[in-house]
Each structure stands twice: as structure tokens, then as C-alpha cells.
């Protein structure tokens, strides 16, 4: 069918009256069918045919690795309600502001310091542990950066020290973070700890962060580290 | 007239639920899109400094007067530099060795198997190629000349150096330099650690550990989770050490450095550090001599930064970060 200025296209018997008319009608049905799209993806459970997911039909959302579904239409496929998501926040970006401590609805906070051993070169003069510029290397309060004495340092052997964090005291302030990220092998990382967090629906911590380090991440993926 | 404007009030009326109804499903996109990144923050605001800073500022009065150039060499991901007895350049990079001359200009160039982890040019003028675990040797022209094994399944090695006698190959997974014949035969170790004798040996909590010979032909080694550099005589047996850990400009920052470090032919130390980034000269009694190059001159989070010096005392610095060698010169360095 040809359209002319004189086609009755909306099919109720009126013509339109100008070609600006027809265009913004044309773009008006264009984002209605948007929506529609939209809306369906967002409600409709898709049946899975890709490789590596349940692969016979079901319903997607039912299969154990759709948060891995490496399809690059699995965002489509995947109905939004179905993917459980949690807060956390990517070491790669914080810049160890000090929110994390003060912003969380629960005190002391839900985010904590955790230790990553495998990158650590348990170092004797730790810049985690101790203030910049101790000289001596005991374990008096006034050289410890931790304010709340989170850290237990752990003799192993000469000259080698182990670092543990006792999440019941720390606050998540970043201090030691910073300066093992700043004079050390930055093995000493931020993250929001689930079996603390309630999952705001709108992270408080996330809405003050400075750095946007805050995202949402499948839940089956909740912890996120930079390895190098 | 009367029918007329109520099909024009309709048509208003329509209209508005049409952009209505488009105005909601836009938010709506936007709020699904919103969704999907998860992303959620005021990101306007500007990050707070610390005083890390404040500790990683350059000390202006210890600054040597030295004059900088700049060379570019062709190939990327340099990661290791060394200077032959004609003052030609070497750099190592992604899987390739290029020859520059001393204004910069490229010689030529050869592929190697992998990317080079470190370099040295034998009194023999061949090219002494670090690989991840084994050494290779290459004639000056490119041409491969040996393959030697590899000292240990995990070696990872960081820093090779060499004599007319020995060749010194620095491994930082196994903390220990493999001591060489120029022909290739593993002839032992050096800095083993000893419990029995107290004896701790290298400490080398990252991928930096340098090694560089002397003008008498004996081994300095860096120690740098010690903070320290190590003298050996040329077959392995310790000699002494200099060095303390420190922010100031006199020691050693962070939990390991030296990361790099060069013997300058009237016997004083260049040394290069990570976290505070900055290139330091110390005279041969290990006193300090005065910064060639502090943090602000660097990115921020600059590595690597490999040294060698020329027969005129000129103190080559790699800048992997941004490509390029920087040579710095003057009188009294
Ligand atoms: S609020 Fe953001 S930048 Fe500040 S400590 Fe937490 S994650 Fe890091
Ligand atoms: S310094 Fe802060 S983040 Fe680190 S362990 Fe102590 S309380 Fe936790
Ligand atoms: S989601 Fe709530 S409980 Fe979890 S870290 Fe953010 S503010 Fe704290």
C-alpha cells in the first residue's frame, strides 16, 4: 500500500491534516511499540534456547547459571524480577573516602575490610597495620592506623608477619585500605558483607559515594576483588 | 463552528494522552535501563584528598639539577631497559628487543617468544634476554644464539647481570639469584635464605627484584622487603649491606624498594622506587646524594620503572606508563 498525504492511516475515518502530522504520528506509534517491548521483556518469562542454559524450553530464570549467561542477547532473555541482585562496591574504584564507615543504615556499618592473602607479601613494616613513619614496629595503639585495633598481627617467622581482620570491630573506615593500597602490595580490600547487609533497596552508602564504586551484582557473584 | 471545536478540543484532549502515555513509557525505558547498570550514587561530588600526598611530595632542596631528554621507542609494553659498553639502548617489551641509539634513534629490532621481563648486554656485547622463566642469548644482530633451561618450574625471573666470568639472574617467586657460567651451566645460588644460620634472605614481596654488578666485578643485590641493597663477592658470599625503610628521602618507602636500582661508574647508587615514585642517587659511602626525579614528575601509579647507566654517568629511566626512556644528565651526578 502506498501512503499519500490523503491516506486514512489511523483508520477512523480522519486524514491527517499536515506531513508534520504524519511524522509525529508515525514517531508517536514508534515508542508505543518501545513500551510495549519494553514492558514485555521486563514481564514475559522467555523460553531459553541457548547453549548452556536449561536448553529445552523452560522458562529463563530457572536455570542455575543465569547470572553467567554469556549470550549477548541473555540481558533480554533474562526476565529482570527473576535476577537477584545485591549491593557492593568495586575496590578498583573507591577511593577510601571514609562513607562507607558513616553512610550505612546499620552501625557499625555493613561494609568491612577484608583480606586478600594470596596478595599479600606479609610484610613485617605494614603499611595496613602501622602508621606512616613508625619506627618502632610494636603494636602500641598510637602506631596502629586502625582506629578500632581490628587488625591482629601475627608473628609467622623472621621477618614475616600475618595480618587478620576481626570483622566484629572493624567499621569498614578504609583507613588501612588506603595506605596498604598506597605503600603496600594493596591486598587489604573494601566490601559490603552480606550476611550483614539488608539489601536496601536504595543503598544509602551508594547515594553518597563519591567515587560511584557502588553497583548492583548477581548475588551469586556479591563479592568483587581487584587482583592486581 | 459549534462541531468544529469540539473535534479540535478532542483532538487536544488525544493529544495529551498520547504524550502522556509516551512521557510514561519513557520513564519507564529509562527506569529499566536505570535498572539494568545498577548504578546507583551522587558521583558529582569530588573525592576528598588524603595526606598521603602530603607524604609523597618531593623534598624541592634534594633535587639535583639535571637536564631530561625523552625517546620514544617504536615497540609497546616496554618492560625493560639496559645500556651496552657503546652507550646504544636497549629496550625489551612485548615480545621484541629494539636498538636505539643514544639520541634516540631506532637501530634495529627482533622478535623474541614472549614478553621480556629484563635485560642485559654481556661485556661480550650479546643481548641477555629474561623471559618469564628461562634466560635466552641473542647475538647483538638478532640472531639467537642459546636457550638456556629454566632454573625452576616457577621461576619468575626479574633481573639479569653479567660479568666476563658469571651471569646473575635475579627470581623473585623462588627469592633466591641463580648464579650462571656465560656459557649457561647453573652454578648455584645466591642469598639463600638459612634458618639454621639466621640467615633470612631476600625478602621480595612483589615482581621487583634488581640485581647489578660492580666495577671490581662483585654482586649488589636488591633486598627490597629488607629495604635494603646486598653486596656479594662475585661467587655468592655476602659482603655487606646499606639501607633502611622510610618515607623520607633518605630511605627505602612502602613495603618493598628498592624496586630498581643502577651502579654509576664512579661507584654511587641510582636507585628508583614504587609508591612514592621517585629516583634518588646515592653516593658510593650510601649517603644521599639528592633526587633526580620525585613523584610529581610520574603517574600516580607508575612501576617498573627500570634504570641503567651509561659509560658518561647518563642515568637512563624507563617510563613503561607512557611508552618512552627518559636519559638524565649532568656534570656533578
Ligand atoms: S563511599 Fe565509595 S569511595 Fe568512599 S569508602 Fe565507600 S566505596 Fe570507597
Ligand atoms: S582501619 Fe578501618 S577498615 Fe581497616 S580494619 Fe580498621 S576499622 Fe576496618
Ligand atoms: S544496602 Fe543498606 S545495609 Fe547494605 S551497605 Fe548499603 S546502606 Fe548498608
Known amino acids: 500500500m502506498r501512503f499519500t498525504m490523503d491516506t486514512d492511516i489511523r483508520g477512523y475515518g480522519e486524514k491527517p491534516k499536515s506531513r508534520r502530522e504524519f511524522f509525529r504520528f508515525i514517531i508517536r506509534w514508534i515508542l508505543l511499540l518501545l513500551l510495549g517491548l519494553f514492558g514485555g521483556m521486563a514481564f514475559v518469562r522467555r523460553r531459553c534456547s541457548l547453549p548452556g542454559g536449561p536448553g529445552n524450553g523452560k522458562a529463563c530464570g530457572g536455570c542455575p547459571s543465569l547470572a553467567k549467561c554469556k549470550s549477548p542477547y541473555s540481558w533480554l532473555a533474562k526476565p529482570l524480577g527473576s535476577r537477584r541482585t545485591v549491593w557492593q562496591l568495586d575496590p578498583a574504584k573507591c577511593i577510601q573516602c571514609g562513607r562507607c564507615a558513616t553512610e550505612c543504615v546499620l552501625q557499625p556499618s555493613a561494609v568491612k575490610c577484608i583480606h586478600r592473602f594470596d596478595m599479600c607479601g606479609y610484610c613485617k613494616l605494614c603499611f595496613g597495620y602501622f602508621q606512616p613513619g613508625t619506627s618502632v614496629l610494636t603494636s602500641a595503639a598510637e602506631n596502629q592506623i586502625c582506629p578500632t585495633g581490628a587488625i591482629r598481627r601475627k608473628y609467622i617467622e623472621e621477618p614475616y608477619y600475618e595480618y587478620t581482620i576481626d570483622l566484629s570491630l572493624c567499621i569498614g573506615c578504609g583507613k588501612c585500605v588506603k595506605t596498604c593500597g598506597a605503600f603496600g602490595n594493596g591486598s587489604l580490600k573494601l566490601q559490603v558483607c552480606h550476611d550483614l547487609c539488608v539489601n536496601c533497596n536504595e543503598c544509602s552508602i551508594a547515594r553518597n559515594c563519591p567515587a560511584g564504586a557502588y553497583s548492583r551484582v548477581p548475588a551469586d557473584e556479591a563479592y568483587l576483588f581487584k587482583t592486581s | ?333
Open chain 2, 1 to 333: 463552528m459549534k462541531s468544529n471545536r469540539m473535534s479540535e478540543a478532542n483532538t487536544t484532549v488525544r493529544n495529551m494522552l498520547v504524550i502522556g502515555f509516551i512521557a510514561v513509557a519513557v520513564a519507564f525505558v529509562l527506569m529499566l535501563v536505570r535498572g539494568i547498570s545498577g548504578t546507583g550514587g551522587d558521583h558529582s561530588r569530588t573525592a576528598s584528598r588524603h595526606d598521603i600526598d602530603v607524604l609523597k611530595k618531593t623534598d624541592s632542596s634534594l633535587l639535583l639539577n639535571v637536564k631530561m631528554k625523552i625517546i620514544n621507542p617504536s615497540i609497546g609494553d616496554l618492560s625493560a631497559l639496559a645500556v651496552d659498553g657503546d652507550d646504544n639502548i636497549y629496550v625489551g617489551g612485548e615480545t621484541a628487543v629494539e636498538m636505539l641509539d643514544i639520541n634516540g634513534v631506532h637501530v634495529h629490532c627482533f622478535v623474541v617468544a614472549e614478553s621480556v621481563r629484563c635485560l642485559s648486554i654481556s661485556p661480550y656485547g650479546e643481548i641477555l634476554v629474561g623471559l618469564s622463566d628461562h634466560v635466552e642469548v641473542y647475538h647483538k644482530n638478532g640472531g639467537r644464539k642459546a636457550a638456556w633451561e629454566s632454573p625452576a618450574s616457577n621461576a619468575v625471573l626479574t633481573s639479569i647481570a653479567s660479568t666476563s666470568n658469571y651471569v646473575y639472574v635475579a627470581d623473585c617467586m623462588n627469592k633466591i639469584v641463580w648464579l650462571y657460567s656465560v656459557s649457561g651451566e647453573l652454578l648455584g645460588r645466591v642469598g639463600e635464605k638459612d634458618a639454621d644460620k639466621r640467615k633470612v634472605g631476600f625478602v621480595v614481596p612483589s615482581a621487583f627484584f634488581d640485581v647489578a654488578i660492580a666495577r671490581d666485578g662483585s654482586l649488589w643485590a636488591a633486598n627490597p622487603g629488607q629495604h635494603r641493597l646486598e653486596h656479594y663477592t662475585s661467587d655468592g658470599r655476602f659482603i655487606s649491606y646499606w639501607g633502611r625503610p622510610g618515607l623520607d628521602a633518605e630511605g627505602f618507602c612502602g613495603c618493598c624498594n628498592p624496586s630498581n636500582f643502577a651502579l654509576m661508574p664512579d661507584g654511587s647508587f641510582v636507585t628508583s622506587e614504587k609508591h612514592i615514585v621517585r629516583v634518588k642517587v646515592y653516593d658510593s659511602e650510601c649517603k644521599l646524594k639528592g633526587i633526580i626525579s620525585g613523584q610529581e614528575e610520574w603517574n600516580k601509579d607508575a612501576l617498573g620503572l627500570d634504570l641503567a647507566v651509561d659509560s658518561k654517568g647518563r642515568i637512563f629511566v624507563l617510563d613503561p606508563q607512557n611508552g618512552r626512556v627518559r636519559i638524565y644528565s649532568r656534570n656533578c651526578i
